[in-house]
Nanobody
Framework: VQLQASGGGLVQPGSSLTLSCTAS??????????MGWFRQVPGKERELVAD????????NYADSVKGRFTISRDNTKNIAWLQMNSLKPEDTAVYYC??????????????WGQGTLVTVSS
């Protein structure tokens, strides 16, 4: 199973960016997994910023991104996205996508993408 995260880059404060996470693998059934987006800054713990249920009907967000970030998924294409608006310098981090069989803010994730760097700076 592979999760391929992409879409990071250098943007100015107030800008938008969309991250993508594509899942592949012969035995991997995308709809069996909830998806999460995490971020990590060097020297700090990794934090969950958003997760989405198997069907996409339920999404949760960290308070720090609520109202600015939107997580979504397309189960026909095995893709999950993280739309990030009104980006702030404190959003700078390496962002990871992950897939887990259950759903909930304390969910354990089985599969991880490689990370994509988002830098918000003027």
């Amino acid at each position: 199973v592979q999760l391929q995260a992409s879409g990071g880059g250098l943007v100015q404060p107030g800008s938008s960016l969309t991250l993508s996470c594509t899942a592949s693998g012969g035995d991997f059934t995308f709809t069996d997994y909830s998806m999460g987006w995490f971020r990590q800054v060097p020297g700090k713990e990794r934090e969950l910023v958003a997760d989405i249920s198997w069907s996409g009907g339920i999404a949760n967000y960290a308070d720090s991104v609520k109202g600015r970030f939107t997580i979504s998924r397309d189960n026909t294409k095995n893709i999950a996205w993280l739309q990030m608006n009104s980006l702030k310098p404190e959003d700078t981090a390496v962002y990871y996508c992950a897939a887990g069989p259950s759903f909930g803010w304390d969910n354990e994730y089985d599969y991880w993408g490689q990370g994509t760097l988002v830098t918000v700076s003027s």
